[in-house]
């Protein structure tokens, strides 16, 4: 592995030499991969978040201020693609098990009105008021435990519970008329 500092290399990168960035990889890449991994806990997402947090890198590479920060701000990267494909991995899920909740589905599979119009009424509610809706009340977890897996502080997560269920009983009621 080369020996030179991440500054030199980084300035290497932005002169054009590729195999700068070849060597930033291999020094980076298991911290990046585990920051991946202590967030999705799963091998394979985290590495896909590796490869990508390392494109990511490179193409805004000539963004970053001090090459010798390289390190923390390629695992920053990484960090938030992780929880990006954490999110959208646990929205799927969600999505999912309110599709099959059995007080929803009926025994022939169909969902009934009342709880059909609730279902949609939940889809539109914004991303945020959604997420903590369907963990709350779709997956039964407390304020605290949403608040822990979304990272948001439990205030927020309050909040965002209270306008979700002020917009579902005005979307309810509005359609109930």
Do not use: C
Not at 23 to 47: I, K, P, T
Request: aromatic content about 6%; cysteine-free.
């Amino acid at each position: 592995m080369n020996t030179q500092s991440d500054s030199k290399l980084v300035k290497a990168v932005l002169n054009g030499n590729r195999d700068a960035y070849g060597y930033l990889f291999e020094r980076h890449e298991r911290s990046v991969q585990a920051v991946a991994l202590a967030v999705l806990g799963d091998y394979h997402a985290a590495q896909d978040v590796v490869q990508e947090s390392f494109v990511t890198a490179y193409r805004k590479l000539g963004g970053l201020r001090k090459g010798s920060s390289f390190g923390p701000w390629v695992r920053k990267i990484a960090r938030r693609e992780a929880i990006r494909i954490g999110r959208n991995k646990q929205q799927r899920k969600d999505a999912k098990q309110l599709a099959m909740n059995a007080s929803v589905v009926s025994n022939d599979g169909r969902i009934d009105e009342p709880n059909r119009r609730l279902l949609d009424a939940v889809m539109r509610l914004p991303k945020h008021e959604r997420v903590v809706i369907m963990l709350r009340y779709f997956e039964g977890h407390s304020v605290k435990i949403i608040s822990e897996m979304t990272g948001r502080p439990i205030g927020t997560v309050t909040m965002q519970l209270s306008r979700a269920h002020a917009r579902l009983q005005k979307w309810l009621k509005g359609n109930s008329k």
